[in-house]
Structures are given as structure tokens and as C-alpha cells.
């Protein structure tokens, strides 16, 4: 079965400062996807990023920028220079290939992140 | 904007009611995916349809159903309501069936069941 931990409940920081977000997941799969959500107090999901368990490459978007390490089954998330705008709950998710009839996200627990001014 | 509608936003009902919760796909979107959020679940999925089909099935009771119609739209059905129900549902939808792609979700719809 498939499993994502998002060990850090809540995480506060100032404003500008660089922050991590864990994620460690479970699966038996070698074929597999991850992503993460952001949940802002306005309370829909919206989708940051997805990654396929074949491309190990890190990757930077703006201030956002993620580190995937199948050998720690980790996709780590990090925000550099912090904005209250970036308060959000995050989500990390994992989806397991099996082709048609059977694909569902399994979430973390999310991570609370708050930035303070 | 993601282009998933979910009606109503909020709801109100007591126990043993029943309620129906409706969601639009963005445009060109075939798949449709339920998910419940809880304070003590989290994140659950529910229920996956595409063009109208079930699809895959996660932990959804047996008290709900829900189906897609031929426009696409889905509707959540939430029967025997029970206080551990209130939660906020999610609509997704996405292209393709195969979840290669990102989901695209709606801004829930919040229940209260008192």
C-alpha cells in the first residue's frame, strides 16, 4: 500500500526567511507520481508540481524549487525568500501508475506553513 | 480559477438526512474524482469516474454514491448523514483516465452535519 508522511504539522517563519517542507513516501511500485498541493485559507487545492518516479532532476520555479531522492523516497519542497503570501497548508501526494481503472492521489497528512510578517 | 465548479458551497443538515453534491468538470475533462477532507482523515479518496464510468473506488461508504452523467457533471450522494460526515468534499477532474497528469479541483463543498 501506498503511504506519504508529512512529518512537520506546522511550520512558522519570518518573512524572507528560506523554509523546507518534508515529504517521505511509501510504495511498492517502481512506476509512480508525486505532487504537491497548496491549500490556502480560501481552501481550494492548487496544483504546484508533479514529478514521475523515472526524473530524479530537481527542479526550480520561481522562489519554489523541489528535490526528489528515490533513495530516500523523499520529495522535499523548499521556498526561498518566504512571503505571508506562501501561508498555505501544502500537500504532498503520491499516485501509483497502474494504468487505467485504478489511479487515486494519496495525501499526506499536510504540512501547515505559516509566514509571519 | 480552476475551472471545477462545486455547489453548493457550504451546507447545513442534521442526521439521518440526506444531501447531493453537485460538481462541473472543467471544460474538455473527462475524469471527475471525489475527495472528503476531515480533521482526523485528511485527504481521502472517494470515488473516480470517467465519461461517465466508475473507475476506481477508495474508501467510500457505503451510505454514499455517486454517478456522472452524460454532460459530465457529477453529483456526490450523501445518504444517513451522521456527524462524522461533516467535512469538506472535493471535485477534481482531469483529462485523460490515467492519472499521469495534475488534477484540477474545485473549492469544495463544506458539509455540517449537526
Known amino acids: 500500500a501506498q503511504k506519504v508522511t508529512q512529518a512537520q504539522t506546522e511550520i512558522s517563519v519570518v518573512e524572507k526567511e528560506d523554509v523546507t517542507l518534508d515529504c517521505v513516501y511509501e510504495t511498492r511500485d517502481t512506476t509512480y507520481y508525486l505532487f504537491w498541493y497548496k491549500q490556502p485559507p480560501s481552501g481550494e487545492l492548487v496544483f504546484l508540481i508533479r514529478r514521475n518516479s523515472f526524473d530524479e532532476q530537481n527542479e526550480i520555479s520561481g522562489r519554489y524549487s523541489w528535490n526528489f531522492q528515490k533513495s530516500t523516497s523523499s520529495f522535499n519542497f523548499t521556498i526561498t525568500a518566504s512571503q505571508v503570501v506562501d501561508s498555505a497548508v501544502y500537500f504532498c501526494?503520491?499516485?501509483?501508475?497502474?494504468?487505467?481503472?485504478?489511479?487515486?492521489?494519496?495525501f499526506g497528512t499536510g504540512t501547515r506553513l505559516t509566514i509571519i510578517p | 480559477d480552476s475551472g471545477v465548479t462545486q455547489t453548493p458551497k457550504h451546507l447545513i443538515t442534521a442526521t439521518g438526512q440526506r444531501v447531493t453534491l453537485r460538481c462541473s468538470p472543467r471544460?474538455?475533462?473527462?475524469?471527475v474524482y471525489w475527495y472528503q477532507q476531515s480533521l482526523d482523515q485528511g485527504l481521502q479518496f472517494l470515488i473516480q469516474y470517467y465519461n461517465g464510468e466508475e473507475r476506481a473506488k477508495g474508501n467510500i461508504l457505503e451510505r454514499f454514491s455517486a454517478q456522472q452523467f452524460p454532460d459530465l457533471h457529477s453529483e456526490l450522494n450523501l445518504s444517513s448523514l451522521e456527524l462524522g460526515d461533516s467535512a469538506l468534499y472535493f471535485c477534481?477532474?482531469?483529462?485523460?483516465?490515467?492519472?499521469?497528469?495534475?488534477?484540477?479541483f474545485g473549492e469544495g463543498s463544506r458539509l455540517t452535519v449537526l
Open positions: 477534481a477532474s482531469s483529462v485523460g483516465e490515467a492519472l499521469f497528469g495534475e488534477l484540477f
Open positions: 471544460s474538455g475533462d473527462l475524469s
Open positions: 501526494a503520491l499516485s501509483e501508475a497502474r494504468g487505467f481503472g485504478n489511479e487515486k492521489l494519496t
